[in-house]
């Protein structure tokens, strides 16, 4: 979108008044403190509060979101441009502490050129201060949400505005570091249209997504009843068990379920969210620059259980490139996620391989792997991974430990596809079957070695019942991240390592 479309932006009260249930805004605001002023700026000050109609660039207090309560920090952009000074950050860390102390999520809507020059140094060292409120925020295990305005820039993009776990934008917002009045006036030159947008920052994986301010409160609602699930209701219940713990390995070979496994239509993660979550919202990217297709994240669901899921997309096209680095890296975001949060983390394998590429072995492909087994591990969080279909290589391995495992009756895993490992034993595929078989990559295997935990069947072939068999595994699902929610998580990690410890027949 260009960025010299005229649009009217909405003040932060009119914000307020789209986001908050009406008449449920409670304000948190003091009279702002204001450093020694000279002549010029005290001046500049009056003008501003006249302008604006609020005492500083920011708006604080606490309302309802769809019912819930919830903490907002809101800028006003006419004020001296949404700046932040002494005063206003004050204002911001009192609130971010005081909704930390009271257990609330928080939102933040931002619109501000960055610090506020006519209070120099000490006005930017502020947005350390205010990040260090945000960091303990979210270490509490609260849920900081972002809504970027048009504009959002500076230090304040480079601090509170970008460490949501969700961060989301108002459509064709100015989103960037330097403004482009600073960069022309140092350079000599405009900065490139439409690189500081808020539609090439979702396409670039740096946000999570672009939403009108109508659009904001359901969003947010949507986000919090996952990740703020009722918890009390559901502690220590268990859902009824379903009928899949009683499923056992489908008794055919290996090389069947695996030319089952690649059937075209098989149902892959994006259907299992469809038909199986009660609701799931798709996150985008690394939030660093990287977004890769070959992986999707997202908050979700499953009956009473919440999670964030993170898993292979299956590629919609056959000449699509393999899962990247940048894929492990979003992965790795998913993970983190789920430990701030203190949600279960569920994992879902389905690969034909990672990529093969230059452009992967120079981005750390191998590395990224690494870092993937070791945060998994080690994840201070429950987790339940689901073996879905294909599970080749280290783009398998990588999304694999977990404390339970489902898997799907004809899914498999491999150090190679089997063609791979054919070709380097026999210098020639025509011997996969063989080695599939001999490899143990099947379910059969899997479980009878104990890393397969829960089997689902897919009463002969799922591609020929996609949504009945994602029902089935979404059942599975919702109890196994029932049962390991149920278990303190140092206990978790240490039952973790030893699992993967002593795999082998039992």
Same mark, same amino acid.
């Given at each position: 979108m260009p960025t010299t479309e005229k649009v009217r932006h909405l003040t932060a009260a009119e914000l307020l008044d789209t986001v908050v249930d009406r008449g449920s805004f409670v304000s948190w605001d003091c009279p702002a403190e204001e450093p020694v002023l000279s002549d010029a700026y005290a001046r500049d000050l009056a003008k501003a509060r006249e302008r604006s109609g609020t005492d500083e660039s920011v708006i604080t207090g606490a309302g309802l979101i769809r019912g819930r309560r919830v903490a907002v920090i809101v800028s006003e952009f006419s004020f001296l441009a949404g700046s932040i000074g002494h005063a206003a950050a004050e204002r911001i860390v009192a609130a971010m502490h005081r909704a930390t102390a009271e257990g609330l999520p928080l939102l933040a809507g931002t619109a501000s050129g960055g610090t506020r020059m006519q209070e120099g140094t000490l006005a930017f060292l502020s947005m350390v201060k205010i990040t260090a409120?945000? &960091?303990?925020?979210?270490?509490?295990?609260?849920?900081?949400?972002?809504?970027?305005?048009? +504009?959002?820039?500076?230090?304040?993009?480079?601090?509170?505005?970008?460490?949501?776990?969700?961060?989301?934008?108002?459509?064709?917002?100015?989103?960037?570091?330097?403004?482009?009045?600073?960069?022309?006036?140092?350079?000599?030159?405009?900065?490139?249209?439409?690189?500081?947008?808020?539609?090439?920052?979702? /396409?670039?994986? *740096?946000?999570?997504?672009?939403?009108? $301010?109508?659009?904001? +409160?359901?969003?947010?609602?949507?986000? *919090?009843?996952?990740?703020?699930? #009722?918890?009390?209701?559901?502690?220590? /219940?268990?859902?009824? =068990?379903?009928? /899949?713990?009683?499923?056992? +390995?489908?008794?055919?070979?290996?090389?069947?379920?695996?030319?089952?496994?690649?059937?075209?239509?098989? +149902?892959?993660? &994006?259907?299992?969210?469809?038909?199986? =979550?009660?609701?799931?919202?798709?996150?985008?990217?690394?939030?660093?620059?990287?977004?890769? $297709?070959?992986?999707?994240?997202?908050?979700?669901?499953?009956?009473?259980?919440? #999670?964030?899921?993170?898993?292979?997309?299956?590629?919609? &096209?056959?000449?699509?490139?393999?899962?990247?680095?940048?894929?492990?890296?979003?992965?790795?975001?998913?993970?983190?996620?789920?430990?701030?949060?203190?949600?279960?983390?569920?994992?879902?394998?389905?690969?034909?391989?990672?990529?093969?590429?230059?452009?992967?072995?120079?981005?750390?492909?191998?590395?990224?792997?690494?870092?993937?087994?070791?945060?998994?591990?080690?994840?201070?969080? $429950?987790?339940?991974?689901?073996?879905?279909?294909?599970?080749?290589?280290?783009?398998?391995?990588?999304?694999? $430990?977990?404390?339970?495992?489902i898997a799907a009756q004809h899914s498999w895993l491999s150090p190679l596809p089997p063609e791979g490992a054919s070709a380097i034993v026999h210098r020639t595929t025509a011997f996969a079957p063989d080695m599939a078989q001999a490899q143990g990559v099947n379910v059969a295997s899997l479980y009878a070695n104990g890393l397969v935990d829960h089997i689902v069947d897919e009463r002969h072939d799922a591609s020929l019942e996609p949504r009945e068999f994602c029902v089935r595994m979404a059942r599975a699902i919702e109890y196994e991240l029932a049962a390991v929610a149920g278990v303190p998580v140092p206990e978790l990690v240490v039952a973790r390592a030893a699992k993967y410890g002593s795999l082998g027949p039992r």
């Amino acid at each position: 979108m260009p960025t010299t479309e005229k649009v009217r932006h909405l003040t932060a009260a009119e914000l307020l008044d789209t986001v908050v249930d009406r008449g449920s805004f409670v304000s948190w605001d003091c009279p702002a403190e204001e450093p020694v002023l000279s002549d010029a700026y005290a001046r500049d000050l009056a003008k501003a509060r006249e302008r604006s109609g609020t005492d500083e660039s920011v708006i604080t207090g606490a309302g309802l979101i769809r019912g819930r309560r919830v903490a907002v920090i809101v800028s006003e952009f006419s004020f001296l441009a949404g700046s932040i000074g002494h005063a206003a950050a004050e204002r911001i860390v009192a609130a971010m502490h005081r909704a930390t102390a009271e257990g609330l999520p928080l939102l933040a809507g931002t619109a501000s050129g960055g610090t506020r020059m006519q209070e120099g140094t000490l006005a930017f060292l502020s947005m350390v201060k205010i990040t260090a409120a945000v &960091r303990a925020h979210r270490k509490a295990g609260l849920p900081y949400l972002v809504y970027l305005r048009h +504009p959002t820039t500076g230090g304040v993009m480079a601090s509170w505005g970008s460490l949501g776990h969700i961060n989301v934008a108002e459509p064709g917002a100015l989103l960037g570091f330097l403004g482009p009045r600073v960069y022309e006036a140092l350079h000599g030159e405009a900065f490139p249209d439409n690189v500081q947008v808020a539609e090439n920052l979702f /396409t670039k994986g *740096l946000i999570d997504g672009v939403v009108e $301010p109508s659009d904001l +409160p359901d969003l947010v609602g949507r986000a *919090l009843d996952i990740v703020m699930p #009722c918890r009390a209701a559901a502690a220590g /219940t268990l859902p009824t =068990a379903p009928a /899949t713990l009683f499923v056992r +390995p489908a008794p055919v070979d290996a090389w069947t379920s695996i030319e089952i496994s690649r059937q075209p239509r098989r +149902p892959d993660l &994006r259907q299992l969210l469809k038909y199986g =979550a009660s609701d799931a919202l798709p996150l985008n990217g690394t939030g660093q620059g990287e977004k890769d $297709p070959g992986l999707l994240l997202a908050l979700a669901r499953f009956g009473t259980q919440s #999670c964030i899921v993170l898993g292979h997309a299956r590629p919609l &096209r056959k000449d699509a490139a393999g899962m990247g680095p940048g894929s492990l890296r979003e992965a790795r975001r998913g993970m983190k996620l789920a430990e701030e949060l203190r949600l279960p983390l569920l994992t879902v394998v389905d690969t034909a391989g990672a990529a093969l590429s230059q452009e992967a072995e120079e981005g750390g492909l191998a590395g990224e792997i690494a870092r993937s087994l070791y945060d998994l591990i080690g994840l201070e969080s $429950p987790s339940v991974s689901v073996l879905l279909g294909q599970g080749a290589g280290g783009g398998a391995l990588a999304l694999l $430990p977990a404390d339970r495992t489902i898997a799907a009756q004809h899914s498999w895993l491999s150090p190679l596809p089997p063609e791979g490992a054919s070709a380097i034993v026999h210098r020639t595929t025509a011997f996969a079957p063989d080695m599939a078989q001999a490899q143990g990559v099947n379910v059969a295997s899997l479980y009878a070695n104990g890393l397969v935990d829960h089997i689902v069947d897919e009463r002969h072939d799922a591609s020929l019942e996609p949504r009945e068999f994602c029902v089935r595994m979404a059942r599975a699902i919702e109890y196994e991240l029932a049962a390991v929610a149920g278990v303190p998580v140092p206990e978790l990690v240490v039952a973790r390592a030893a699992k993967y410890g002593s795999l082998g027949p039992r």
